[in-house]
């Protein structure tokens, strides 16, 4: 099982960034793909989650309208489009991968739902 995080980097203010996460190692289309963020000395926080069931999606309340999830079932891979970053972003942004049938609106961003993760990406929002 792998999940590879890519796309990260150094970002001005207001700019985008957009990452990938590619999967490999087990059926891609039963599990739900989420995206957590961590700042060292915090928890790991959930940013959003692409579920396998209808294309639904979650997003944290506080980053709504500027961040978006979507997935590629084709190509294995789930994108976190960021716009508008912001310098309180920066952050090392994970993928995870935890089963589309037990991943609701209630649970989507709990860490303990998600069987698999990701390396990390770092994303740095500064001028």
């Known amino acids: 099982v792998q999940l590879v995080e890519s796309g990260g980097g150094l970002v001005q203010p207001g700019g985008s960034l957009r990452l990938s996460c590619t999967a490999s190692g087990f059926t891609f289309g039963y599990y739900a793909i989420g995206w957590f963020c961590q700042v060292p000395g915090q928890e790991r926080e959930g940013v959003s989650s692409?579920?396998?069931?209808?294309?639904?999606?979650f997003i944290k309340d506080s980053v709504k309208g500027r961040f978006t999830t979507a997935r590629d079932n084709a190509k294995n891979t789930v994108y976190l489009q960021m716009n508008s970053l912001e310098p309180e972003d920066t952050a090392v942004y994970y993928c995870?991968?935890?089963?589309?049938?037990?991943?609701?609106?209630?649970?989507?961003?709990?860490?303990?739902?998600?069987?698999?993760w990701g390396q990390g990406a770092q994303v740095t929002v500064s001028s």
């Open positions: 995870a991968a935890g089963w589309s049938g037990t991943i609701t609106t209630t649970n989507w961003w709990k860490i303990n739902e998600y069987d698999y």
């Open positions: 692409a579920s396998s069931k209808d294309g639904i999606t």
